[in-house]
């Protein structure tokens, strides 16, 4: 079945660093992907919504500057956490939609920023 | 009140015992589906429903859509059934909602 690939699992990095996570759909083309964020024991946020080569629509609240998400192609997105800071700790999950509507969840990027 | 709504929001259970995780929403959906949450964080997709029922291994997944209900169910609980199972609906603006997860523990 088809799959979204998430990379890395998990990320420590020192604090004023980017961090950069990957969201591949590897056997179909993802017409929109979705970033979410996940608080200790909390549902999952959406960020922002991509579509390939325009630009994403960020959630209330979420800084497009500082969470930057490039939708470079059908099978390929990525967001980058700017100058990380203690509080950027958290669970990201990336989800991919087909054509048809089917979505799909990535494996999840645990950050953690020291 | 959340479109989606879990319940129990923590289940304890034996090994071997039948377990039944609740969905209910409020609204119209085109597509609901389960997530297992493992304890690291890593998520799994369990099932995508529109009606019927749906069934993989020990898992069972049904939904009511007259009802705006489903149902995840799992037979002869195994400790590495522990997770939080997430119920996500997909409602008619393509919107996905999630419910807050079902934290389950099945006790060997």
């Known amino acids: 079945g088809a799959v979204v690939s998430q990379h890395p699992s998990r990320v420590i990095c020192k604090s004023g660093t980017s961090v950069k996570i990957e969201c591949r759909s590897l056997?179909?083309?993802?017409?929109?992907m979705f970033w979410y964020r996940q608080f200790p024991k909390q549902s999952l946020m959406l960020m922002a919504t991509?579509?390939?080569?325009?630009?994403?629509?960020?959630e209330q609240g979420v800084e497009k500057d500082k969470f930057l998400i490039n939708h470079a192609s059908l099978t390929l997105s990525t967001l980058t956490v700017t100058s990380a800071h203690p509080e950027d700790s958290s669970f990201y999950i990336c989800?991919?939609?087909?054509?048809?509507?089917?979505?799909?969840f990535g494996a999840g990027t645990r950050l953690s920023v020291l | 009140k959340n479109e989606v709504e879990q319940s129990p929001q923590n289940l304890t259970a034996q090994e071997g015992e039948f377990i039944t995780i609740n969905c209910s929403y409020s609204?119209?959906?085109?597509?609901l589906h389960w997530l297992q949450q493992h304890p690291g964080g890593g998520i799994v997709s369990l099932f995508m429903?529109?009606?019927g029922k749906k069934k993989h291994g020990r898992l069972i997944a049904t939904i009511n859509i007259q009802e705006k209900h489903s149902s995840l169910h799992i037979t002869a609980s195994h400790p590495r059934d522990s997770a939080v199972y997430i119920c996500?609906?997909?409602?008619?603006?393509?919107?996905?909602?999630f419910g807050a997860g079902t934290r389950l523990t099945v006790k060997p």
């Open positions: 989800s991919a939609r087909t054509a048809r509507d089917i979505q799909y």
């Open positions: 996500a609906a997909l409602n008619n603006n393509n919107d996905m909602r």
């Open positions: 056997d179909f083309q993802a017409t929109t």
């Open positions: 429903l529109s009606s």
């Open positions: 991509s579509n390939e080569g325009s630009k994403a629509t960020y």
């Open positions: 609204v119209g959906i085109s597509a």
